[in-house]
């Protein structure tokens, strides 16, 4: 898809090919569960879950319950430490399952803030996030890049979170885990051709998007976007959206075209982790919510 953008081709195109390869490797080693594929429009994505949304409980039993609600993958909260990250991959490995994204977010200490001391702090908390996600086996942090305030200019935000990613990008490079760059409600990047620009400045396979649908659909629409970052969209979040209210709601009872979400998405190649971000709740819950999001992924309405 050619967008107008100018994107490292073969970098990304190799990096693709090397996560892909990855994750054949432990399925076939009977780490990460493959779904079976059914009739539908397209191939099941591969799902995961937001470790937060899973019932309290013991670390294995979670992963466990994770594994037989439907979901092939963790998206991890963020970690202490090092060992935390390894107990966490041990005990995913022992449920089949993949820890494939951490969600390390970049709210408190945004890269973008005027006060230098508090967007470094920002960037020693991504450097350790990428750290503990290599640890875990997690090819992914998800970023807030940086936001737009009465205290921080749009030019500011861009400068300032630009010179701080290009200073951590290449720790990333090395450890092999991608910067995930997500659009949120920070009054930034606001378009899509603005958000291509801003991971294509970056020039590296190691620094992409993460898309949140239900995040977009309050000014514009998902698979606008997806058309358009394309092959830039390394990790998705699904959830829906009510426009009449402003209402974040559950997969299908909003104002999402799902199907032409899919549709998107598999013009554009994309064939990664889809996690929903959606609240948390109990086994039942958790079992309807990955049944959503298998019916979205094979081209179906997520309400039978």
């Known amino acids: 898809m050619n967008t107008g953008w100018n994107i490292p081709e073969i970098g990304r195109r190799s990096f693709l090919k090397g996560a892909a390869a990855a994750s054949a490797g432990m399925a076939l080693a009977g780490r990460m569960p493959v779904a079976a594929a059914e009739e539908g429009e397209f191939a099941p994505l ?20 994770a594994a037989e609600c439907g979901f092939e993958g963790i998206e991890s909260n963020t970690v202490d430490s090092v060992d935390e990250a390894r107990r966490m991959a041990d005990a995913a490995q022992e449920a089949g399952i993949e820890i494939h994204s951490i969600m390390f977010g970049g709210w408190g200490s945004p890269l973008s803030h005027p006060d230098e001391d508090v967007a470094q702090q920002g960037r020693e908390e991504l450097e350790h996030c990428i750290e503990t996600a290599e640890a875990m086996g997690a090819g ?20 300032r979170s630009t010179h701080h990613i290009r200073e951590v990008l290449p720790v990333a490079e090395d450890l092999g885990v991608v910067i995930a760059v997500e659009n949120v409600w920070n009054n930034f990047l606001l378009s899509p051709l603005e958000f291509a620009e801003y991971v294509d400045q970056f020039e590296s396979p190691y620094l992409q998007a993460y898309f949140d649908v239900g995040n977009i659909v309050a000014y514009g629409w998902p698979q606008d976007w997806i058309r358009t970052l394309g092959e830039r969209i390394v990790r998705v979040h699904y959830k829906d959206f009510q426009r009449d209210g402003r209402n974040f709601v559950n997969l299908g009872e909003g104002d999402v075209d799902w199907i032409e979400v899919r549709r998107a998405l598999e013009e ?37």
């Open 46 to 65: 591969p799902r995961g879950v937001i470790y937060g949304d899973l019932p309290e409980g013991d670390l294995e039993d979670q992963f466990v319950l």
């Open 140 to 159: 992914a942090v998800l970023l807030v890049p940086g936001i737009v305030n009465a205290e921080t200019r749009y030019v500011e935000a861009w400068d």
């Open 268 to 304: 554009v190649g994309f064939d990664s982790w889809v996690t929903p971000e959606v609240g948390g709740g109990d086994e039942a819950y958790l079992t309807d919510l990955a049944e959503r999001m298998h019916r979205i992924n094979i081209g179906e309405p997520p309400l039978g």
